[in-house]
């Protein structure tokens, strides 16, 4: 098949029944800076959800950004690398530089509604081919000749999010 | 340290040990594979897919939001600021407010304030997403100072910076903003709008968060020069 260049998504969902700790750390101090954030466009006390702020106060689809400042350092932890997902012999595989933190859900009166998803976007990878289920990719970074490949299948959360 | 932080660093130090624990089990068994904890959205028989068997790590630890910084410039160029902020106690003849948290926000030389671009939420790199914002906690004597570059600014607004004060706790005390003197000697006047220069600038007087602050309380005192970089003092008062 023709080789093309694609990026992949990952769209980590993180809520209250998480278990791991980095998971953790990005859950509580993403509720923590909601509950900070949200009362700039909440200066009346009139909500208690984030729903409630979205659909009624101008403005406040910003808060998926402000809340974002909170977890900046924990996405630097990773180094790069986009966590859970591995290739076919079990090794992370994918490294980003691009993310984007939604809110889907929260409720300052209760942590256990905060619901929230870190999209990671891969850096751009070569498709030579799809083997089976598996699909056939190596860095664009990869020098021509001899090159170094992942076989990998799109599982639940993973996506192709671009190709050309 | 103060009482909230405290009991908070013990919240975490609960929930970090067990995992270290768990951590350190792992490392010493590298030969059981598939004791990775499935990721959230993971491999499931219905999509059967090899779970990640690497040596986990590095091991997350608990940061404070990227907000906590006093510089706040993030690459981004203009003419030096430094802005020195005292939080007072209206509630308390207006005497410093200590461990208040105070968090500034302003738009850069152009008038772009740091968020997702457009309306469509596209991805951001992680690297310098929040350019411009920063959060820092005040001292005994109520003070907070940041690192930044003069405000450039944009259609219907005069310059002005971002305020918004919480007590300890995290409660809003105070959403204002810093307006900037002007006139002949200002440094409004110095750094002259940047490269747009000052063609259809709105003035503290028509700006319509200011227009109606004649006693000038808004109104920072600013000092400094192009070269030697501005420095901003203001007094804001809160209820606490």
Redesign the interface.
Known sequence: MEKRIITLCYRKIIDINCTKAWDKLVFEDSYQEFKLQAQFYNQDKKYNTFSELIYNVKGSEKLHFLVSGAIIDYLRQLNDVIPEIANNIGKPFLTFKQFKFEIINSDLRNIDKHVIAINFYSEPLIWHDTIASYLLTSPLTATEGDMLTDMFAIQPFLTIHSIK | MERKNFLRSLV?GA??TP?ILEACKKSSTTSS?GTT?T??????T?????????TEG??????????VRSDITDGKTGYKLTAKIVIGNSNNNCNPLANA?V?IWHCDAEGNYS??GGSG???????S??FL?GRQTTDTNGLVTFTSIFPGWYSGRATHIHV?V?NAA???LK?TQIAFPEGTSSAVAAVNGYSKGMSGYTYNKSDNVFSDDSSGIEIATVTGSTTAGFVLNMQISVPA
Request: glycine letters at 6%.
């Open positions: 975490i929930i970090s995992v594979i904890t990721p959230t959205g993971g491999s499931s219905a999509s059967c897919s090899v779970a990640p068997t690497e590095p091991f997350p630890t608990h940061t404070p939001s990227s907000y948290i968090d968020e997702y939420m596209q991805a951001t790199n992680y690297q997403v929040h914002r918004h919480y995290g409660t809003s959403v």
